[in-house]
C-alpha cells in the first residue's frame, strides 16, 4: 500500500500529499516542490513531524493529524516562508473500518490569501477615508433609507448614527424638509445624474446652510440602488460673506451719500448764511420778511439731514475726548423720560464702574436717542426699555461670529426693549440710509444709519438681537479704555450776546463764497475780519498786517494746506493767537477718520450764525489755550 501512496504523491498535480501513523511520524511524502519542502522535507520517512518541522509548523499540524488519527477530519492554514498552505488531514481505515494511519493534503493557497488580503485592505482603507472625512457623507436605498452615515453626518444632523441609519427622512426631519429631500434624491436617480445645491436644514432650532452634492449610487453592473449624498456646512462661510458684502454695499452707499451731501453742506452754507444777512437788513416791518424766514427754515432742516448723511458716511469730523461713558447715560436719563410717555418703563442698568470711551459726545448722545426712539416706536403699547452698560472680554469664538470684530476688552453700550422686534429680512437691511418701515415723514429710515456712521468712525461696532415679537437689543461695542479717575467736565456754555469788541480774526476757507458768508457774519457782530483762500495766502496775510490778530478761523480740509497746519503755521508767527475749526467734512475720513486735536474749539458747517459767534466768542474769552499744537 505504501508504494501506491507514493507513486499517489509523486504525481500529485499540485500540494503534497503525507500519510503518518499513530506516532506523528513519517511514512509517505511527496507532492509539488512547495508543498514537500514546506510539510515533507525530503529523509523525513520514519521521523517524527516534530523532529523534522519548525516547531511553529509542527506546532499547527500535529492537532490536525491527531484529530485525523481519531477519525474526524481537519482543516488548518499554515504560513510557511512566504506562502499560504491549505492543509486538510482526514483517517486512513483498511477494509474494516479501522483507522491504520493518517493522511494529509496540503495546496498552496498563497494567491487567494493576498488578493483577500488586498481586497479587506482596500474596504478598511475605504471605510477610514469615509469615517475620516469632515464632509458629512451619506448613502440612501432607492427607499430613502440610511443605509450608510459617516461621524461628520451624525453630527450634523444632531443625532447618534444609530439612531438614522435604516430611518428616511421623514422619520428624522420636519414634513416639508423630508419632502424636498425626497423630492430631489428621486431626481437624481431618475435622470442618473448628480446634483449639487445649496440647502437650508433646521437642527436643533438652529438654521444650517450646507452645500450638498447628490449622486446616483450604482451597483457592479451599473444600476442605481440609492442615493450618495456629500454635505459640508457652511453656514459660518455664508454668514460672513453676507456681512462682508453688506458692509461693502454700505460703503459704497456711504461714499455717494457722502459726497454729495459734502456739495451741499458748501451750497446750504451759503444759502442760511446769506438769508440770515438779508433778515438782518430789512426792516422789521418788511411785508415779505416770512418767505425769508421761510427760506432759512427749510435750509436749517436741510442742513440736519445732510449733516445726519455725513454721519452716516462717516465723513464728519469728530471731537472725540475721553469720557465715561455711565456719566453721558446718566446725564441723559432726564431728557429721556419726557421722550418715552407714560406707558413706558425706563430702567438704566449701569455698569459698577464702566471703562472710558473715546467719542465725540454729542455724537455718542445722538447715537443712543436714535436707538432709543426707535425702542420706542416699537412699543406703542408700553413696555420696558432698558439702556445697559457693561465692560465685556471678547474671545476669539465670539470675535470670528462677529466679523471684523477683533477680540479684546470693549465698553459696552445696550438699549433693549420688549417690543415688536423685527424678523431677519428687516434686520438685513436695518442700517442702510433710508430704510425703513414706518410711514413717510421727513428724514426717515436716517437713525440707524446715522448711529451706524457714528459708532464705526469712533471705531466701534454695532450687533442687533431680535425677532418678531420678541423685542431687540442694539448693542454698541467700544474700545475700552482704563476709567476716568475723575468725571471730565463738560465745556462751559456761555449764553448771552456773543458780539465782538473789535477784535481781528483771520479766516481761512478755500471756498470763497463760505468765507464771504462767514465774513459778513462777523463784521456785522463787531469783528475785523482779514479772509485768505488757504494757508499760504494767511501767511501772507500776517507778513502784511503788522496790527494784532486775535483769532484764526479756518476750514479743516483745504487742497494745499490743512486746518491743523495752517494752525501750526499760524502760531508759529503769532503765538498767542487763538484757533476755531469749522468742518463739516473730511474726505480722508474714508480712508482714515479726520479727527481733530483733543479739545479743539469747533463749528460744524453749515452753521446759524448764533452758534458760530458763540464759539468764537468763547474761544476768545477762555484764559487758557486749550487747542493743542
Ligand atoms: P426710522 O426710525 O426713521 O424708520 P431707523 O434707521 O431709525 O429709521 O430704523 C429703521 C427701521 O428699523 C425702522 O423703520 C424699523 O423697521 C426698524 N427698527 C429699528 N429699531 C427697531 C426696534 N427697536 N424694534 C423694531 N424695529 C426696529
Ligand atoms: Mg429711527
Known amino acids: 500500500m505504501a508504494s501506491l501512496y507514493s507513486t499517489l504523491a509523486r ?123 469632515s464632509d458629512a457623507i451619506v448613502a440612501k436605498d432607492l427607499e430613502g433609507r440610511y443605509v450608510l452615515i459617516n461621524s461628520s453626518a451624525a453630527r450634523l444632523l444632531g443625532r447618534p448614527a444609530g439612531e438614522i441609519v435604516g430611518r428616511d ?81 454700505m460703503e459704497s452707499v456711504a461714499r455717494l451719500a457722502g459726497g454729495i451731501a459734502h456739495d451741499f453742506n458748501n451750497l446750504l452754507t451759503v444759502v442760511l448764511g446769506s438769508a440770515e444777512i438779508l433778515l438782518d437788513d430789512l426792516p422789521r416791518a418788511y411785508a415779505r420778511r416770512s418767505d425769508l424766514e421761510e427760506i432759512k427754515a427749510a435750509a436749517t432742516q436741510a442742513a440736519q439731514l445732510t449733516r445726519q448723511v455725513l454721519a452716516y458716511s462717516r465723513q464728519q469730523v469728530l471731537a472725540p475726548r475721553l469720557l465715561d461713558l455711565n456719566g453721558l447715560v446718566g446725564g441723559m436719563e432726564s431728557a429721556l423720560r419726557p421722550l418715552l410717555g407714560a406707558r413706558i418703563e425706563l430702567a438704566l442698568d449701569l455698569a459698577a464702574q464702566s471703562g472710558a470711551v473715546r467719542v465725540d459726545s454729542a455724537q455718542l448722545e445722538q447715537a443712543l436717542l436714535n436707538l432709543v426712539l426707535n425702542a420706542r416706536d416699537a412699543m406703542p403699547g408700553g413696555g420696558r426699555l432698558q439702556v445697559v452698560t457693561r465692560t465685556v472680554v471678547v474671545d476669539e469664538a465670539f470675535a470670528r461670529e462677529h466679523a471684523p470684530m477683533r477680540p479684546g476688552r470693549y465698553t459696552t453700550l445696550a438699549v433693549r426693549d420688549t417690543g415688536v422686534g423685527m424678523d431677519e429680512e428687516t434686520q438685513s437691511h436695518l442700517f442702510e440710509p433710508f430704510f425703513t418701515t414706518k410711514p413717510g415723514r421727513h428724514g426717515a429710515g436716517l437713525g440707524l444709519a446715522t448711529t451706524y456712521g457714528i459708532v464705526k468712525q469712533s471705531g466701534g461696532y454695532i450687533w442687533t438681537e431680535s425677532a418678531p415679537g420678541a423685542g431687540a437689543t442694539f448693542t454698541i461695542y467700544l474700545p475700552w479704555h ?148
Request: proline share 6%; aromatic share 4%.
Open 482 to 629: 482704563e476709567p476716568l479717575v475723575a468725571a471730565v467736565p463738560p465745556p462751559p456754555e456761555s449764553a448771552g450776546a456773543a458780539r465782538g469788541a473789535g477784535e481781528t480774526v483771520l479766516v481761512v476757507d478755500d471756498e470763497p463764497a463760505v468765507r464771504v458768508v462767514t465774513k459778513r457774519i462777523l463784521q456785522r457782530s463787531g469783528y475785523a475780519v482779514l479772509e485768505a483762500a488757504g494757508g499760504v495766502e494767511a501767511l501772507d496775510t500776517l507778513r502784511e498786517h503788522p496790527g494784532p490778530i486775535h483769532l484764526l478761523l479756518t476750514d479743516v480740509i483745504m487742497p494745499e494746506m490743512n486746518g491743523r497746519e495752517v494752525a501750526q503755521r499760524v502760531r508759529g508767527q503769532r503765538p498767542g493767537i487763538r484757533v476755531v475749526y469749522m468742518s463739516g467734512y473730511s474726505p480722508e475720513a474714508i480712508a482714515h477718520d479726520g479727527l481733530l486735536d483733543e479739545g479743539a474749539a469747533f463749528v460744524r458747517k453749515p452753521f446759524e450764525s448764533g452758534l458760530l459767534l458763540q464759539t468764537v466768542r468763547r474761544a476768545l474769552d477762555t484764559t487758557e489755550q486749550i487747542t493743542l499744537a
Open 11 to 133: 504525481n500529485l498535480p499540485d500540494g503534497s500529499l503525507v500519510l503518518f501513523d499513530h506516532d506523528l511520524r513519517y511514512i509517505v511524502a511527496g507532492g509539488d516542490d512547495g508543498g514537500v519542502a514546506a510539510l515533507a522535507p525530503p529523509g523525513c520517512q520514519g521521523k517524527a513531524v516534530r523532529d523534522v518541522l519548525p516547531p511553529e509548523i509542527a506546532q499547527s499540524l500535529e492537532p490536525l493529524y491527531r484529530a485525523a488519527l481519531t477519525g474526524r477530519r481537519a482543516a488548518a492554514e499554515v504560513a510557511y516562508e512566504d506562502r499560504w498552505l491549505l492543509v486538510r488531514a482526514g483517517p486512513v481505515r483498511d477494509e474494516h473500518g479501522a483507522i491504520v494511519a493518517g493522511m494529509s493534503l496540503s495546496q498552496d493557497i498563497t494567491d487567494t490569501k493576498q488578493a483577500e488580503h488586498a481586497l479587506r485592505g482596500s474596504r478598511d482603507l475605504l471605510q477610514e477615508i469615509i469615517e475620516s472625512s
Open 169 to 249: 427622512d421623514a422619520a428624522l426631519f420636519p414634513a416639508d424638509q423630508a419632502g424636498r429631500s425626497r423630492e430631489a434624491d428621486t431626481r437624481v436617480c431618475s435622470r442618473g445624474e448628480s446634483e449639487t445645491a445649496e440647502e437650508h436644514i433646521v437642527v436643533d432650532g438652529r438654521r444650517r446652510t450646507l452645500l450638498l452634492t447628490r449622486s446616483p449610487l450604482r451597483d457592479h453592473d451599473g444600476r442605481i440602488i440609492g442615493v450618495l449624498g456629500v454635505a459640508r456646512d457652511v453656514t459660518e462661510q455664508r454668514q460672513l460673506e453676507d456681512r462682508l458684502s453688506r458692509a461693502h454695499r
